[in-house]
C-alpha cells in the first residue's frame, strides 16, 4: 500500500524555523512530483511549495524567500525548511504524492497523501 509520512511540526516562536520531512512506503519519491500543503483553522487548504522528479520547484507567494523545499536522494525524502515563522504559518501540514507535472500547487492532482504534522508559531 502506498503511503506518506510526515515529521518535524511542532511549537515554534514567531521568527523561529522547523524543517519538515516526508518519507514514503511502497514507492521512491525521487520518481514523484511532492508537494507541500497546509491547513489552518476556518481556512481552505493551501499548497505550499512543490517540487517535480527534476529541479523545477514552486512556492506559494505568502512563503517565498522563507520556505525552502528539497530532496535528500539518499534517504528518498524531501524536506521543507521553514524560516522566520508568524503565526499566520500555523497549520496541520501534509505532504502529497503526484505521478503528474504541471502546476504542482493544485491539490487535486495528487492522490496520495500523508496523515499531517501540526506547526503552531506563538510566543
Known amino acids: 500500500q502506498l503511503q506518506l509520512v510526515e515529521s518535524g511540526g511542532g511549537l515554534v516562536q514567531p521568527g523561529g524555523s522547523l524543517r519538515l520531512s516526508c518519507e514514503a512506503s511502497?514507492?521512491?519519491?525521487?520518481?514523484?512530483?511532492i508537494g507541500w500543503f497546509r491547513q489552518a483553522p476556518g481556512k481552505e487548504r493551501e499548497g505550499v511549495s512543490c517540487?517535480?522528479?527534476?529541479?523545477?520547484?514552486k512556492y506559494t507567494d505568502s512563503v517565498k524567500g522563507r520556505f525552502a523545499i528539497s530532496r535528500d536522494p539518499a534517504k528518498d525524502t524531501v524536506t521543507l525548511q521553514m524560516n522566520s515563522l508568524t503565526p499566520e504559518d500555523t497549520a496541520v501540514y501534509y505532504c502529497?504524492?503526484?505521478?503528474?507535472?504541471?502546476?504542482?500547487?493544485?491539490?487535486?492532482?495528487?492522490?496520495?497523501w500523508g496523515q499531517g504534522t501540526q506547526v503552531t508559531v506563538s510566543s
Open positions: 517540487i517535480w522528479p527534476g529541479t523545477y520547484v
Open positions: 502529497a504524492a503526484s505521478p503528474f507535472l504541471g502546476d504542482c500547487l493544485l491539490s487535486a492532482r495528487y492522490n496520495t
Open positions: 511502497g514507492f521512491t519519491l525521487a520518481s514523484r512530483t
